[in-house]
């Protein structure tokens, strides 16, 4: 059973850095695809960025390209999310995923098995 935590979440001025990293652990990781999602106070939980395991192409959701990038280290069987320019809107809980989605599913968090507990990012203006 694949199991994921992550990790580097924490309190930052707006204009400021963080990077995010999950640890894989339980089971192989090579075939999964690895998303990040976020759940703002009040809201859904919505899509950040995915990386499919045999691409170096991630997806992000408009808000957060050019300032978040997806990085994916097989080796060690970690993903991170590093975000840079941070806007007091990107303030939620992060979590990190695993599935298998197709193509048209892979901002769907109903396509990801393997989730997370989250970590809080919160952006201080």
């Known amino acids: 059973q694949v199991q994921l935590v992550e990790s580097g979440g924490g309190l930052v001025q707006a204009g400021g850095s963080l990077r995010l990293s999950c640890e894989v652990s339980?089971?192989?990781?090579?075939?999964?695809?690895a998303a990040w999602f976020r759940q703002r106070p009040g809201k859904e939980r919505e899509f950040v960025s995915a990386?499919?395991?045999?691409?170096?192409?991630?997806y992000y959701t408009n808000s957060v390209e050019g300032r978040f990038t997806f990085v994916r280290d097989s080796a060690r069987k970690t993903v991170y999310l590093q975000m840079n320019s941070l806007k007091p809107e990107d303030t939620a809980v992060y979590y990190c995923?695993?599935?298998?989605?197709?193509?048209?599913?892979?901002?769907?968090?109903?396509?990801?098995?393997?989730w997370g507990p989250g970590t809080q990012v919160t952006v201080s203006s």
């Open positions: 990386l499919r395991p045999t691409s170096s192409n991630p």
């Open positions: 339980g089971g192989t990781f090579r075939g999964y695809t």
């Open positions: 995923a695993a599935g298998t989605p197709i193509t048209s599913t892979v901002r769907a968090h109903s396509a990801y098995a393997h």
